[in-house]
């Protein structure tokens, strides 16, 4: 006789007596459901699960469609998928790496290769790069693999069997991975004969792919995936040059290292060369900082008996000499970037150059709480750059600038009032102002400064290391991690309120941040090449204190579920300079 358990569906507030055993496609025939976009995953007890689960126990079940972030994590992964399948299809031999979240898309680096590795009896002379018509080739294969509505399978097999399977495909990113890992069984999946691991769920058909776009990039491809907001479009595609050369001055870096995915990351640590990556990563980091101290010193002119000179390297313009060239330093990035720690390393090296920084705090030019402006559901929008004072501290600056003394504000957080300082300040010829803030890129903050006087820094944690060849980490988990163990160790917020405020925040960037990005002078990626292997040992035993019973409980177990691929790293062997230590504790610098 079949037995039955019972389903209590989020979706429509029912319960439901279904078949043990039944898989959550199923569960969603037999319930009737309707989405627009979906379902692409459920929330099992509070657990993201692809529609392939199947349930042997009662449950609570919740089914998510494109709009949600994994369920536009999911249909991507299996876009992915297609995508691989059909170059290995169309160019093999040939290397697939889904490398780069840009332009509102994932940036594919598909490299040919000579054709003797498939066939001894071939020329081995390197074949030429990709074409446009390769491009559309290879968009017409993915769109009929999507047409065929081939059923995407999902298999467990012992880690072995996996590692014996990867190794014939020649896939050795995969095959590092899960040597690295130690489990006993793993799980892949295949399309039609075509078999690959990824890091989360997939959809069960390839006909549930609905919309994509691909086209040429650089020396690759990009992948466009439908918008968040509006699942019917593409999202918009957004030129992004100077973000796309920061990951590829990282991937420099990483090529130098052998240090290109976590299985190579895992290796190096296992061989005890994680002083040496932490060493070589600070080392990197801190050459770049100099450099943009160096490009901000050439920028001003050399004062030689009362009279402007030309600077080091080269002559300035002489509106920059009566001006004094760079006066105003801007750093922005979004949360948890590092901003602050960026800053204040910048500041010493700019002192290194003969340049006395100036820092201040955007914060205090808060306007007064009753004339915040406020948000769609009525609260306070203190994300908002029009929470700042703008007026103010355009003229503040602008009298900084024609050498006049000013009372800087203060704001005080407890009474939400601007209040006097006493605090003046004039700006004296080798002194610059640095400013830091989420707002410092846009050009309403100084729209009153003649732009000959700034210099613009992004910085942002740009992950550049993958899980494997075909599964990136996103960028936005770094800081994620970042943010969780800082508002742990330092603001008394647990991981659970951290977590549901995310996806505000990420709002906020979205509309306030990222935009400008592409205006800044020089990007600094604060990442560290190490980075995760020493974040895991302090987010695991906080995000473990979320409890099932919480929404946010599916992104924590995410989270750890991803972290459980890291070697760890003590803490201790980081310098006190280090800009984790903005987060991890135990910074020289003082916040």
Known sequence: MNKNIKIRCKNNGESWDVPMGSSLEEMFQLMGLQMDHGPIVALVNNKIEGMHYRAY?????????????????????TLFMVLCKAAHELFDPCKVSIDIP?????????????????????????????????????????????????????????????ISMFEERKNFSKVKLLRSQGSLYTTYYDIDGYADYYYGALLTNTSQLYLFGLEKYFDGVLLRIPSVDHPDELG???????????????????????LRTIGDLNEAIDKGYSSMLIQVSEALQEKKIAKIAEEIARRRPVKENGVYASAANGDLPSHLWDNGGVRLVLIAGPSSSGKTTTCKRLSVQLVTNGIKPVSISLDDYFLDRDKTPRDESGDYDFESIYALNLPLLNEQLGALFRGEEIELPRYDFHT????????????????????????????????????????????SALTTILIDSHNYVPTTDNRLLRRIIRDHKYRSVSAQETIRRWPSVRRGENKWIFPYQERADQMFNTAMLFELAVIKRQAEPVLEQVPESAPEY??????????????????????PTSLLREFLGGSSFEY
């Open 554 to 575: 599916a992104e924590a177990y995410r989270l750890r579920k991803f972290l459980r691929y890291i070697r760890p790293i003590p803490e201790d062997q980081i310098p």
């Open 236 to 258: 918009e595609l957004v030129h992004q040059d100077k973000m796309f050369g920061i990951f590829k001055e990282h991937h420099r870096w990483q090529d130098l290292l052998g």
């Open 416 to 459: 939400g009032r601007s209040v006097s300082s006493g605090r003046r300040l004039r700006l004296r010829d080798d002194e610059v102002l640095v400013v830091e803030g989420i707002h410092a890129l846009n050009p309403e903050l100084t729209a009153q400064i003649p732009e000959d006087l700034k210099y613009r820094v992004y910085a």
């Open 57 to 77: 126990k009662d449950k609570d079940v919740e089914f998510l469609d494109m709009r949600s972030a994994s369920g536009q994590r999911t249909y991507t992964r």
């Open 102 to 162: 840009v332009s509102n898309g994932y940036y594919v680096d598909l490299q040919l290769l000579p054709l003797s590795l498939a066939d001894s009896s071939k020329p081995s002379e390197p074949r030429p790069p990709l074409s446009l018509d390769d491009v559309g080739r290879l968009r017409r294969r993915m769109q009929e693999i999507i047409s065929q509505g081939l059923p995407i399978h999902r298999h467990e097999t012992t880690a072995e069997e996996a």
